[in-house]
C-alpha cells in the first residue's frame, strides 16, 4: 500500500482523469443539442464513463487489488457502483443545480466538479471500508 501522501496524490490524480472522461463524454453527447433529454443521455454516458476509468485505476493503484477473474471483478464493480450510486447522487444534484439555477454549460460543469469532489472523498471511505476490504475468509 502506498504512503499517505502518495496515495492521496494518486487518488486526486484519477479523480480528475475520471471527471475529464466523465465532462468529455458529456460534451461529446451535448455536441449533438442541449435538449433536455439529451442532457440525461450526457449525464448517463459521462457518469458510466468516468465509473469505469475510476474503477479500473483505484482497484490497482489506490486498494493495491491484484484479484482477478470474472467472480471476483463481478462482485467488487459490482459493490463499486453500488457506493458509487450514493455518490453520484451528489455529483448529479450538485450538476443540474448548477444547470437549472444558472442555465450555461459552464455552470452545469463547475456543479459537476464540487459534486464530484464532495462525492469522491466519501466514495474512497465507501470503498476502502466496504468494496475493497478483506472478507473474513481472505484474512
Partial sequence: MASGWTLLWRYSLFAVLATAANLGAQRLVLMGGDRPGRYLI?????????????????????????????KAHGRKFTLYTIMGGVTTALFWGAETGFWLWFGTHEAREIGALLGLMVGYVVKYQLDRRITFAPRAGDL
Fill in 42 to 70: 450526457a449525464v448517463l454516458a459521462g457518469t458510466a464513463v468516468g465509473l469505469v476509468v475510476k474503477y479500473v485505476l483505484d482497484k490497482r493503484w489506490i486498494f493495491g487489488d491484484d484479484e482477478t477473474g470474472l
